[in-house]
């Protein structure tokens, strides 16, 4: 019938082979994660927000998570829209825009071309994600 295999030479082949496809798979899902995660340099339009989503949580809720997560915060209203600009009074970082939703919100942020990262853009990204959901 069939030959019996007892493994090892193909266990120790298999091994050798998979083993660095594995790596490479795992260095370039890092790296990929890295580039679309991290800072983003300074090709990036500041023109374009760098959040623009909904959410079903409040204008006043979100605003009051993010004014306890992060520092140097101040909160002001433009019609129906709470603006909060955050960073130092004298060069601010990124401005957040909260405009009411038969739904919830809509939450903007911008960040001006040459301005600080402060908090880093990272940070600045979960702390609104933790706050709109």
């Known amino acids: 019938m ?18 660095p496809a594995s790596a490479t798979v795992v260095i370039t899902a890092v790296t990929a994660c890295l580039t679309a ?12 927000p760098l959040v623009y989503v909904s ?10 998570c993010l004014e306890q997560r992060l520092s140097r915060v101040r909160t002001s209203h ?3 829209a709470t ?8 060069n601010n970082s990124y401005f957040v825009t909260l405009t009411p939703t038969n739904t ?7 960040h001006p071309a ?12 979960f702390d609104i994600a933790r706050c709109a959901t």
Not at 104 to 110: A, Q
């Open 83 to 90: 603006q909060l600009a955050v960073g130092s009074d004298s």
């Open 2 to 19: 069939f030959s019996r295999m007892t493994g090892n030479a193909d266990d120790r082949t298999m091994k050798r082979l998979l083993l």
């Open 55 to 64: 959410s079903q949580r409040a204008p006043a809720d979100i605003a009051g």
């Open 78 to 80: 433009a019609g129906i």
């Open 114 to 125: 040459n301005a600080p990262d402060d908090p880093p853009e990272p940070e600045m990204r």
């Open 104 to 110: 919830g919100s809509v939450i903007k942020v911008m």
């Open 37 to 48: 995660c991290g800072s983003s340099g300074p090709t990036r339009d500041a023109s374009i």
